[in-house]
């Protein structure tokens, strides 16, 4: 599991008037979407912000780059097993909204971010997309700084420290990067494999319960 994955709308007061018909739906106020993605310490990594409210997660997930790397062969190479099953893509935790993926688990949303900063609580006031979205920037990397500070070393900083001998500078590939158009779409549609989601799905539950299943067993028999 990479993180999980979901999108908070930000209230667009000042939105211009040309501009409200793409930025809002049928009476609804003007919003501008943020796509965020948060490790399991709510570490944001990525934030494609400025997509209109009238697309939809699906449509913005489209836009995205977010399975760039994937796509490109650039992203490091996955590979894990559940309840004896092979898989070779990472997942997201998601909410409903999101397409059955072989890349997506549902789960429940957490909307930290807005919580903690009372700016893009209340409704953005400049005119300006750029300041605004400057201004969404700034509030996730004070977020990181403060899940930073709030974990008390809750890691060890070894983990992330060069081996020797295995110092580099270079960015690491895959060896299966794809090499034309056709691989790419290969990717894209086990990316998008609803098949491989539902049994992924299935083999997450039956892991979970194989795990913690005597914990709920005995708090039935205390009962």
Known sequence: ?????????WEWKNCLTAWKGQYSRGFAKPTIVLEALASHDLWIWHAFFG???TLKDLNILDRSPVFDDIINGQAPPVNFSVNGNEYHLGYY?????YPIWATFIPTIKIPLLQARF????????FMDEVKIGKIMRACIILHNMIVEDERDGDYDEAEFQPREGNISSDVRHSDDMPTNVEEMMDVRVSIRDEQMHQQLKNDLVEKIWETF???????VGDT
Do not use: F, T, V
């Open 93 to 97: 935790l998601a909410d409903g909204i």
């Open 118 to 125: 009372a700016i893009i609580k209340n409704p953005a006031l």
């Open 213 to 219: 299943g005597h914990l709920y067993q005995q708090i």
């Open 1 to 9: 599991m990479i993180g999980s994955i979901d999108c908070m709308h």
């Open 51 to 53: 997509a209109p409210c």
